[in-house]
């Protein structure tokens, strides 16, 4: 019987943990259990990623520990003063909050922009790749927001989401992925591709699903 390896257990993990989200977000009793498994599921994304990431060194490490820290004072920033995205709050299911921002919330930009990034290596050292990057996080966005706002993620002070929100959202993915293309950091991952397109299946399946 052949032994299947790191990545090949890791893909499998993934898709069994996200195919099992989809499931138990679906099932009513369920969701509450769900909801406060969102903040680990965020953690074991990116804790994953990291393991998986090539080459390991210290500018790597500096730069998304710096995309963490920036992503979380952009949310801060946003959710206390709406001057960024709109004006929104958010809930319980990220867990524990400093100044009223989920403390999680960085890994969820490091996950997001790493995995794009990994995705576009072919064309990261064009001047384009920033505005692609941008433009897949917004349709990422999309995708998401009805999702989040009915599993207690986050709220909009309105019913419809503001058109802020999505250029803010290209803005600031924008700076991120034109730093990672100045600075050259250098990424590469075996699990970088099943892991967004999982989160993608993800959330298109719970839009869908809820509708029926």
Known sequence: MKTLTKDQIAKIAIVLWYM???AGFMIRPLQPLFQKLTPFGMLMAATLLMFFHEPKNRKSGLVFSGIIVFGFVIELIGVNTQAI???YIYGNSLGPKL??????????W????????ALGKPIRDTWYFPLIGAATMVAFDWLMEPVAIATDMWYWAFTD??????IDWFLVSGVLFLMIRILKVEIKNRIAGILFAMQVVFFLALNILSRI
Not at 99 to 108: A, D, E, R, V
Not at 161 to 166: E, L, M, R, T
């Open 20 to 22: 099992v989200g989809i």
């Open 85 to 87: 995205f709109g004006f």
């Open 99 to 108: 100044w009223n921002t989920p403390l999680i919330i960085g890994l969820n």
């Open 110 to 117: 490091l996950v997001l922009i790493y995995c794009i990034s």
């Open 161 to 166: 989401i503001p058109h802020k929100n999505y």
